[in-house]
T-cell receptor, first 114, second 114 residues
Framework: DAMVIQNPRYQVTQFGKPVTLSCSQTLNHNVMYWYQQKSSQAPKLLFHYYDKDFNNEADTPDNFQSRRPNTSFCFLDIRSPGLGDAAMYLC?????????????FGPGTRLTVL | QKEVEQNSGPLSVPEGAIASLNCTYS??????FFWYRQYSGKSPELIMSIYSNGDKEDGRFTAQLNKASQYVSLLIRDSQPSDSATYLC??????????????FGAGTILRVKS
């Protein structure tokens, strides 16, 4: 089945220790997104790639970086995690950025910062 | 910033009843509207999309859109305990200032009592 896969599902890191989260997709979608979701809050878009074109949200901290080496994979790097970065990180994909733009989410990675 | 507003709930309904979930949005130019279901600790799952004024039915779910009132709703008929989840309203906005993106509400918690 076509799907969005995230690894790991749970990640524990120490304050200030870099961490990388990964996302892969078999949907062959052009657009990949990274969201951060904290408890009882809406998912917050961090950035997205349209193919190789990177788009950063204005309020995404510099501590967050992303890489998309090919169509299938996208990575989220947190260079120096703080306690406030503990959250669920969601990867999503969509076929394009047209108005009819259904986004499909992976299972998420729960990040804990000690 | 473009906003999507939902009542946080919880909305409690008895099993078999109709659950009515509501959402308002601020961007009058929005054309695409989505409902996601999110179980506790899980990622959002797309359940309905609607693009035109009126009703769209899919099984027990009906989405209703009124662009003049900037209002979108989700009706769940014959509610089941398995419908207990947080329902996220999402609106695709087109903005020269903020870019094109999906903006989520914080969600309404639905509890179906057996």
């Amino acid at each position: 089945d076509a799907m969005v896969i995230q690894n790991p599902r749970y990640q524990v890191t120490q304050f200030g220790k870099p961490v990388t989260l990964s996302c892969s997709q078999t949907l062959n979608h052009n657009v990949m997104y990274w969201y951060q979701q904290k408890s009882s809050q809406a998912p917050k878009l961090l950035f997205h790639y349209y193919d190789k074109d990177f788009n950063n949200e204005a309020d995404t901290p510099d501590n967050f970086q992303s890489r998309r080496p090919n169509t299938s994979f996208c990575f989220l790097d947190i260079r120096s995690p703080g306690l406030g970065d503990a959250a669920m990180y969601l990867c999503a994909t969509s076929r394009n950025q047209a108005e009819i733009n259904e986004q499909f989410f992976g299972p998420g990675t729960r990040l804990t910062v000690l | 910033q473009k906003e999507v507003e939902q009542n946080s709930g919880p909305l409690s309904v008895p099993e078999g009843a109709i659950a009515s979930l509501n959402c308002t949005y601020s961007d009058r130019g929005s054309q695409s509207f989505f409902w996601y279901r999110q179980y506790s600790g899980k990622s959002p799952e797309l359940i309905m999309s609607i693009y035109s004024n009126g009703d769209k039915e899919d099984g027990r779910f009906t989405a209703q859109l009124n662009k003049a009132s900037q209002y979108v709703s989700l009706l769940i008929r014959d509610s089941q305990p398995s419908d207990s989840a947080t329902y996220l309203c999402a609106v695709y906005t087109l903005s020269m200032e903020y870019g094109n993106k999906l903006v989520f509400g914080a969600g309404t918690i639905l509890r179906v009592k057996s």
